[in-house]
Structure formats: structure tokens, C-alpha cells
């Protein structure tokens, strides 16, 4: 304690004399110091560190020599585990099989290392794995993240280097996916490759042009004109034939399928001006048109490198769901020691073992303490969220500031994670009906400009036959329905990122069209509008049926039910340490109740009138049909952003109604709380599905809120459906949009995006047909030379593509 305090105090020396650093962090990971720090010399002086993994690693770095980390170091180091989880998988042969590759000398591995924060740090990994015995090479690059490593097997085992970067503080991770971004990378490198040639060989064409353009005066000899011509062929044609390569194979593809399309129209006006412009060269014609099939290719794929860095910052959030599985998982045998093992070998009822930010491997049931538990990729949700021994856990969260174990329940395409995923891309791989009409327009706009240029030729050859290609070859340049082919998806490929960074998924194509056009909002209240947790009140019995008795049948009925009811009845038998019969022959009787047998008698809950025979009073019943046994009360709150979300939806000019299967109070508690005038209650799924049939009869476009099976039907039929994340999967595949997370106040924020799509689609569709409608009567008056309109072409393009980007910053709720 009297060297802490020395360490603390102002003008303390250390033991070398040098002054002691005064700071109430760890000097190695920046975390808070704990009241007796750890302390240690590094460099001459004495620093205090929170823990003695911390101590060693700095320890370790001062005696490999690489204490100028500290020095070079931008951000704080990662806190150093000194029980770190065992890291023998990493040696596993069917592990290395699918991501080691062999090199000259060894092999190599490419992993994540997490808690690579700055260039020192890949520093200090580089110079720290080469210290290691068998280690060939070690690249780190901050940038991304990755470690490339390379390693003699015959040295040393994978586990090795891999431990002493765990030392050091930073976790090795397997780059899931490695394939399919080594792919991305190739594919973007080429096309940095592709835009580099374009932009050089246009720079060396505009300024051999530019010489020719200011021989006005027909001064410069012929030798020289040709001279110049020859140069600007061979700067031109790896521009025209590698460069636009993509562009000369796709419309090669477009009329191979007889669907021209925007290629179409960019490989035939690069073509014709550039061997236009070698037969005029050839022949010392008076002009060549280089210049504009080099421009037009460069700046084409400037506007498509823009577009599809758009599309990668839209669904950089869907990417990441994707990358979110971990690959190995750390399994917890019955002695209670610890085992890792690939993801694929875990298994429903095993017992996982999660440390504290690691990733969970699996959906299952939490058995420990209360849990953090950072859920944003699968929820939207950026703060950690607390759960409770029982309640679910799902694959993709991470768990955070203290570890957790959990009994598996689902794994692999079993988990959610999978299962929004296969969500998304099943909406991603279809079209949705504007940008098909949007393609099919191109299409025959392409049909219509080759056929128009054909005339404007031969109107000019009639005219001024010296200009009549000039003039044709600008037209079809200008005419490229480069933003008309990109009016729809730029916009929605930004719209569609930015509801998956908000926590909402669209299943459709066509599901932003839809929710734009709502008119009316129809929500259901049990697990929608109110928090899906009720609790059982009351239990009044008759006909000598005592409390326990009947609360034991009702439990029997309900299980099995994924109804929200369900649930409170398990939680007060489970308080009553109550045995539970088992129930045969069970049955849902949509918008009525229960029916089933218990030990060889038929009983019913649900409505006074379907159980009892009774009247209807809001209670849920107990009975055989005939007479009654028992009535449960139920109450339950509505969900704390409720309130927010439907005067949101007001103020958007939408009129709300409340359909519900409950009873009338609390339905009517409901409305009147919420300000929803028009509520109805006990609503069969018939009765829900009549009244969406009676609004869109008035001519009014539905969105239906809905969670459980019973909404299944009404949600198909709105016109646009919204399921909460945690009802029922038959109520997701009947939706439209699905919330991630039961915060409604993503619903309003989601309607305004989808208006907001489609004003700036409708905005992009003005743009390129009033582009159109200005610059094609100029081209073909001749008023518009071929680069002017390259030029004109590629802003047009740009300008779409910056109009969508506008969706990906987040609406206003």
C-alpha cells in the first residue's frame, strides 16, 4: 500500500528516482484502477496497472525491447486476461482445414485481432509474433483489423503465437466469411485497378485532344496530326477494352438474354467512337472521337464505384448479421471444466460457457445470475440489456462485463440469427415491382435511343454530313439511362440500410412502397401495444374447484400455447410450487380459448361464453363448456413507448385502431390511454380480418401491428404487416417489416423513412427524365459535343446516387 500511495502522490520518485506517474487508470489498458493497483517500472518509471495480467504484458513488452509502443501508441491497450480460455481448438485439424492455406515454408492463417486499436498496436503484434519460435511472418494492418500469419508447423503449434497475442491483450478471432471478402477485395481491387487506367489513359487522351482541338487553323502538319492520333489510339484502347471491360461484357450478356439495357447503350457508343476514330485515323479523316469513349468510361466507373460504395455502407448492417457467428464455442462438461470446441459440434443441451466479450454461439436459456448482454446487430438496441436466470439469450449478442453460462436450445439455421438473416436475403434477392417497371422503361428507352440516333444520323447526313456521326455519337453518350436504371435501386439499397441499422427488417420487396402509402395503423394490444408479460391477478373457483386445482388445469392447457398468457399462468404455478398434469388432445380455438383433456375430462379455457356458457365479463374462464370451475383475472401494462409511438403516428397524419381479442375494459383502458378512439375488443382473427376488409373498402391502405398466430391471418391481408420480433414465426412470414425488438417507436421513425423513399424516388425519376427531356433535344440539334456529354451523363448519374445516399442518415421519429 505505501508504494500505491507513492505512486499517487504529487512529486512521489520511484525506486530509481525517477518521477512516479501520477494517474487513476491502468497505464497499459486505461481501464479504472482498483483501490490496490499493481504496480510495476516500465521505462524508468513506476506505473501502476489494474490487474497483473495488465502488469505482465507491459512487463514483457519493456523486456522484448518494444517498450516504444507506449510512446507510438494512439489509443489504450486491451485488458490482459490471465486465464485466458484455452486456445488448442485453434490446432484442431478440422479447424485448420477450412482456413489454413499451405505457403512456401509453412502455412498461413488470417485472423481478427481484437482490441487492435491504432498502428502501434500492429506494431507491437508484428514485432511481437516474430519473436516467436516457428513464426515466419506476422502482418497486422490496423485498418481492418486482420493478422496475416505465417508459422512452420514442424516448429511450432498455431496455439503458440496465438498465446502470446492473447498476452498481450488481444484476442485472435477467425475471420468468418474469409472466402467471401477475399472475393469483395479481389473484385474492388480490380476495380481500382480498372478506374486508374481509365483516369490516366483520359488524362493523356484530353491532352492529346486538347492539341489537336486548338489547331483551329489547320496549321499542324500532317505527319504531327497523326502523330498525335496514334498516341491517343494507344492510350485509348486498354481504356476501352480492360477498363470498360465490365461494361462490354454486360451488354454482351444483355443481348445474348434480348434484354438491352444501360450497357447496352455504353458498349455501343464507346465502340462506335473508338473505332470510328481508328478508321479515321486510318484513312487521316478529319476528326477522332477518343477522347469521348475514354471519358465516358472513366467516368462511368467513377459513378459506379460511387454507387456500389453506397450500396456497401447501406447494407453494412445486414453484412454484419452475417459475421456475427462465431466460430468456435466453449462447452461445459459435467465436472464443470471447459472445453473449446468448433461451433458445429455444439448441440441442443449442452451447457456453454460465454466469457465476457465473447460472442454467443447458440440461442438458448440463461442459467446463471443476471446477464448484460449487448444485442445491437440483432436488435437495433445500442445499450447493453439486462437478462434474468430462465429468460432466452440469441446467437450474435455478446456478453458484456462478466461471463455467462446458458443451456442451448438451438443451433446453426435453428437460431434467430439465422433466421433473420435468411429474412434478409430472401427480400434482397427479389425486386420489387418499381425498379422491375423501372428496368423494363430502360429497356425500351434503350430501343428507342438507338433507333432515334439511327434517324438524327441520317437526318444530319442530309443537313451537314461532316457532323452527322458527331452529332449521333453525342446523343446516344447523353441519352445513357445511367440514372434511370439507378433512380430505384440506389434509393432503396440506402433505405433498406438504414431500417437495419434502426432494428427493422423488410421481408419484402416491395414493403417501403407498401408502409409509404399507410393510411391507417391497426394494432393488436396482447404482446403489441402492452409489454407480453401479464400476470394473473385473481382466481375466483366454483362448484368446489379449489385455487390450486384449477390453476394446475389452466396451466396444463396453456402449455404448449405461445400465447403471452401462457406464460403467467407457468410463472404463478411455478410460485405455488405446483405439479403440473399433462393435457391431451389440446386444441386452440382461435378468438375463443382452449380445449383439452386432463385425466380422462374435457375442460375449456378462454371466453365466459365458449368455457362457461356464461356472459362475457372480461375474465378468462374455466369450465367444461356448460358449468363453471373458476375465472382468472389478467392484467398487464402497456409497453413504456407506447404512448410516444401512437401520438408519433397521429401527428404523421395516420388514423390508429385498436383490435383485440381481450376484453372490453381493459381493450377500453387501452384505447384510452393511448388516445385511439376507434378500439374494439374481442375480436375473433375473422372479426380482425372483417375490419382491415371494411377500411381498405373505404379505400384506405392498412398497416397492421401484430405479434402472435392469431394475427397471422389479418396480417396477411393489410396491405402492409408489421410483426414484433418476439411473437410468432407464423406471424413473421406473414409480414411485411419485422422490429427486431418490441420498440415500437420504430414504427413511426420506419413510415416516415418509407415516405422519405419514396419522395426521393419520385425525385430521381424527375431528375433523369427532366435530364432527358433538356439534354436530348440539344444533343440532337448539335449543340452538345460527345465529352460535353460524357460529362453530363456521369453528373446525372452522381447526382441520383447522392440524392439516395440522403436516406441513410436517420429520420426524425
Known amino acids: 500500500m505505501a508504494q500505491a500511495a507513492a505512486a499517487t502522490r504529487p512529486g512521489a520518485r520511484d525506486a530509481h528516482g525517477a518521477p512516479a506517474r501520477a494517474t487513476d487508470t491502468c497505464f497499459h489498458c486505461g481501464d479504472a484502477l482498483p483501490p490496490e493497483p499493481v504496480l510495476a517500472v516500465v521505462g524508468g518509471t513506476r506505473h501502476p496497472f489494474c490487474c497483473s495480467g495488465c502488469a505482465a504484458a507491459s512487463a514483457w513488452i519493456q523486456d522484448a525491447g518494444l517498450s516504444d509502443y507506449y510512446t507510438l501508441r494512439t489509443a489504450n491497450g486491451a485488458r490482459v486476461d490471465l486465464d485466458p480460455a484455452a486456445l488448442e481448438v485453434w490446432d484442431a485439424p478440422s479447424v485448420q482445414a477450412e482456413h489454413v492455406r499451405a505457403v512456401e515454408g509453412g502455412c498461413e492463417i488470417t485472423l481478427i485481432a481484437d482490441g487492435m486499436h491504432c498502428a502501434a498496436c500492429a506494431w507491437l503484434i508484428d514485432n511481437a509474433l516474430a519473436r516467436e519460435p516457428g513464426v515466419r511472418e506476422a502482418t497486422a494492418n490496423a485498418m481492418t483489423g486482420r493478422l496475416r500469419l505465417v508459422w512452420d508447423p514442424a516448429a511450432t503449434r498455431l496455439s503458440q503465437p496465438l498465446q502470446r ?124 472521337w477518343y477522347d469521348a469513349a475514354v471519358m465516358f468510361v472513366f467516368l462511368l466507373l467513377a459513378a459506379r464505384l460511387l454507387e456500389q460504395r453506397a450500396r456497401r455502407v447501406a447494407n453494412a448492417q445486414v453484412d454484419a448479421l452475417a459475421r456475427a457467428r462465431p466460430v468456435f464455442a466453449t462447452r461445459e462438461a459435467g465436472d464443470g471444466s471447459h472445453e473449446a470446441i468448433p461451433l458445429a459440434a455444439l448441440e441442443a443441451g449442452d451447457i456453454a460457457y460465454v466469457a465476457a466479450g465473447d460472442t454467443v454461439p447458440a440461442d438458448g436459456t440463461l442459467l446463471d445470475a443476471p446477464a448484460l448482454l449487448e444485442e445491437a446487430l440483432l436488435t437495433g438496441e445500442s445499450r447493453p440489456v439486462e437478462r434474468q436466470a430462465g429468460e432466452t439469450v440469441l446467437a450474435g449478442s455478446i456478453a458484456h462485463q462478466r461471463p455467462l453460462r446458458m443451456q442451448v436450445t438451438a443451433t446453426g439455421t435453428g437460431t434467430r440469427l439465422s433466421h433473420l438473416i435468411r429474412l434478409v436475403e430472401d427480400a434482397q434477392a427479389h425486386r420489387p415491382p418499381l425498379a422491375r417497371m423501372a428496368d423494363r422503361i430502360a429497356a425500351w428507352f434503350v430501343v428507342g435511343m438507338l433507333l432515334a440516333a439511327a434517324a438524327v444520323y441520317v437526318a444530319w447526313r442530309v443537313h451537314d454530313p461532316s457532323r452527322a456521326f458527331e452529332v449521333a455519337l453525342a446523343l446516344l453518350v447523353i441519352s445513357c439511362p445511367c440514372a434511370l436504371s439507378l433512380a430505384v435501386p440506389a434509393a432503396l439499397a440506402a433505405a433498406h440500410g438504414a431500417l437495419a441499422r434502426d432494428g427493422v427488417l423488410a421481408t419484402r420487396p416491395d414493403a417501403l412502397q407498401r408502409l409509404a402509402a399507410a393510411t391507417d395503423v391497426v394494432f393488436d394490444k396482447t404482446g403489441t401495444l402492452s409489454d407480453g408479460h401479464p400476470q394473473l391477478e385473481d382466481i375466483a373457483t366454483f362448484a368446489g374447484l379449489d385455487a390450486d386445482a384449477a390453476l394446475r388445469i389452466a396451466t396444463a392447457l396453456e402449455r404448449g400455447s405461445r400465447h403471452p398468457l401462457a406464460q403467467a399462468f407457468e410463472t404463478a404455478a411455478q410460485a405455488r410450487g405446483l405439479q403440473v398434469p399433462h393435457a391431451s388432445d389440446a386444441s386452440t380455438q382461435a378468438g375463443l380459448g382452449l380445449a383439452g383433456s386432463i385425466d380422462g375430462r374435457a375442460w375449456r379455457l378462454g371466453r365466459a361464453d365458449f368455457a362457461a356458457g356464461r356472459e362475457d365479463d372480461g375474465r378468462l374462464w374455466l369450465g367444461d363448456g356448460a358449468t363453471a370451475f373458476a375465472a382468472f383475472r389478467i392484467g398487464e401494462r402497456l409497453r413504456d413507448d407506447a404512448p410516444d409511438a401512437t401520438r408519433a403516428l397521429r401527428a404523421m397524419g395516420l388514423s390508429l385502431h385498436l383490435a383485440s381479442g381481450d376484453a372490453r375494459d381493459a381493450v377500453a383502458r387501452a384505447g384510452e390511454a393511448l388516445g385511439i378512439a376507434d378500439a374494439h375488443a374481442r375480436l375473433s382473427p375473422e372479426d380482425k380480418l372483417a375490419r382491415v376488409r371494411a377500411l381498405q373498402a373505404d379505400r384506405r391502405h392498412v398497416a397492421m401491428v401484430g405479434d402472435g398466430i392469431n394475427d397471422a391471418p389479418v396480417l396477411a391481408a393489410a396491405d402492409v404487416a408489421i410483426a414484433i420480433g418476439e411473437g410468432a414465426a407464423l406471424a413473421h412470414r406473414s409480414a411485411d417489416l419485422v422490429l427486431a425488438a418490441p420498440v415500437l417507436g420504430r414504427i413511426p421513425r420506419a413510415i416516415a423513412l418509407a415516405r422519405r423513399t419514396q419522395r426521393i424516388t419520385r425525385e430521381n425519376f424527375a431528375w433523369a427524365l427532366g435530364y432527358n427531356a433538356i439534354a436530348l433535344p440539344l444533343a440532337a440539334l448539335g449543340w452538345v459535343t460527345p465529352w460535353l456529354a460524357a460529362l453530363g451523363m456521369a453528373v446525372s448519374s452522381l447526382t441520383v446516387t447522392l440524392n439516395a445516399l440522403r436516406l441513410t442518415r436517420r429520420p426524425a421519429a
Open 165 to 288: 497475442l492473447r498476452a498481450l491483450g488481444y484476442t485472435p478471432c477467425l475471420a468468418t466469411g474469409a472466402a467471401r471478402e477475399q472475393a469483395k477485395r479481389r473484385e474492388r481491387n480490380r476495380d481500382l485497378i480498372r478506374i486508374g487506367i481509365a483516369g490516366l489513359g483520359t488524362m493523356q487522351a484530353m491532352m492529346f485532344a486538347e492539341a489537336l482541338y486548338l489547331d483551329t487553323g489547320n496549321t499542324m502538319s500532317g505527319p504531327m496530326r497523326d502523330f498525335l492520333r496514334w498516341i491517343t489510339f494507344l492510350v485509348s484502347t486498354p481504356v476501352v477494352f480492360y477498363a470498360g471491360w465490365t461494361f462490354l461484357s454486360g451488354a454482351w450478356r444483355e443481348l445474348r438474354l434480348r434484354r438491352p439495357g444501360m450497357d447496352t447503350l455504353v458498349a455501343t457508343s464507346t465502340l462506335l467512337a473508338y473505332f470510328a476514330s481508328v478508321w479515321e485515323t486510318i484513312t487521316h479523316g478529319p476528326h477522332v
